[in-house]
């Protein structure tokens, strides 16, 4: 779905006026309607606030355009309900909501993460947990969130 089509929608399964939503995410009703008929697009801050007021996060607003996955585990983040938001309400593109909760890391070490992913992750193949240990690292080692 184009992203007009998509702020057009969620606009009125939100049954909010142009006007409105204009006043909620402090724009013109005019500046609604250009982005509705494709003419414009909001800006980032404008983003922000329309994922905010809609639960939704900006990658959807921009029609997906990324494939997201958590920084410090590495699960795809293919909807919403799994990404984790900010104290403020915002949402945090870059972690999964079990990662990264209330504004905080869960886990304060890539062991303690290692270590939850060897308890709780099928193991079809029957790998000895060293070698489980091995992988998990190595693949988890690559995320932005543990080479910080």
Known sequence: MAMCELLKD???KHHLTQEELAERVLVTRQAVSRWET???????ETLKLLSREYDVSINTLLGAPRKLFCQCCGMPLNEDGMISKEPDGFFNEDYCKWCYADGKYVYQSKEALVNFLIQHMPNPE????EDLRCQYDAWISQLKHWKE
């Open 10 to 12: 969620l606009r009125e």
């Open 38 to 44: 494709g003419e414009t697009q909001p800006n980032t």
């Open 126 to 129: 029957g790998l000895p947990a």
